[in-house]
């Protein structure tokens, strides 16, 4: 266990060391919130208006979660993995005697800290001028505090799991930008499922993207309580488990690519 904590201590150094980057990166999730709710507030502001099971005070709330869970486990993990897989120096990662998967994990939660206190700040400014949002009763904000958790492991297997194709591509950004263009759509982070066709509203509600956002921020608004609440939250877990051990098996065959000074 000492090893682990020694990666996430060195990977919250990294970020502070690197705060410009680490800073940019989560001031584009940002901006993107400020951007959203200008947007719905001219569509919901409207007195009575209610579009899709939403008003305003339920978008508002909506996307100050969608912020929270986008701005957690930040792309600077699959950066410094991906450059280390194209680099080579991943086979100096191999020869540790730490578990691959468990030290990259451990490499986020490393800097979850940083990226909690970032987000207080701006949530805080945020409610600021747009008004504190209704806090769910104690059952559903347990089941919230719990999404929030799940949602830390499970982001980080999905980065984990796309950022493995680099030992085949050897490049990261078309990745990279597949990967956020697909769980920004199913997540719900930039528009909510209610709104999509019925179909892919299904298939995005039970695919492992759902627990990135709409999960957590359903439950937060009162959108999803009592037993399907607690089915979403049994789905976000049952996704974290499958994809880390699908994550391994890929692991191993990523590793028949791995080619070091023509070795």
């Known amino acids: 266990m000492r090893a682990y904590t020694a990666h996430a201590r060195a990977a919250a150094l990294s970020a502070l060391a690197y705060r410009g980057n680490f800073l940019m990166s989560l001031g584009g999730v940002a901006f993107q919130l400020i951007a959203l709710l200008a947007v719905w507030k001219v569509l919901l502001g409207g007195a009575g208006t209610r579009i899709g099971g939403f008003d305003w005070p339920h978008m508002r709330s909506y996307l100050l979660v969608a912020f929270a869970s986008g701005a957690l486990v930040g792309t600077f993990v699959d950066f410094r993995m991906a450059w280390r897989i194209k680099s080579g120096l991943v086979a100096l990662d191999l020869v540790k005697p730490v578990d691959y998967q468990r030290a990259r994990l451990w490499e986020a939660i490393g800097g979850v800290w940083i990226e909690i206190a970032v987000i207080a700040v701006v949530a805080t400014v ?71 066709p019925g179909w892919l509203a299904t298939a995005a509600q039970w695919s492992p993207f759902a627990g990135l956002t709409s999960t957590p921020a359903l439950i937060f608004v009162g959108q999803a309580s009592g037993g399907r609440a607690l089915l979403l939250v049994g789905v976000q877990l049952a996704w974290v488990i499958v994809l880390w051990y699908a994550a391994r098996a890929l692991f191993s065959r990523a590793l028949r690519q791995l080619t070091v000074h023509g070795g």
């Open 126 to 196: 945020s409610m600021l001028f747009s008004g504190v949002p209704d806090l769910p009763p104690g059952p559903e904000l347990a089941l919230f505090a719990t999404s929030m958790l799940l949602l830390i492991p499970l982001k980080f297997i999905i980065v984990y799991f796309s950022t493995l194709a680099c030992f085949w591509t050897q490049n990261d950004v078309g990745i990279l930008w597949a990967r956020q263009a697909v769980t920004g759509l199913l997540s719900g982070a930039l528009v909510p499922l209610a709104y999509f």
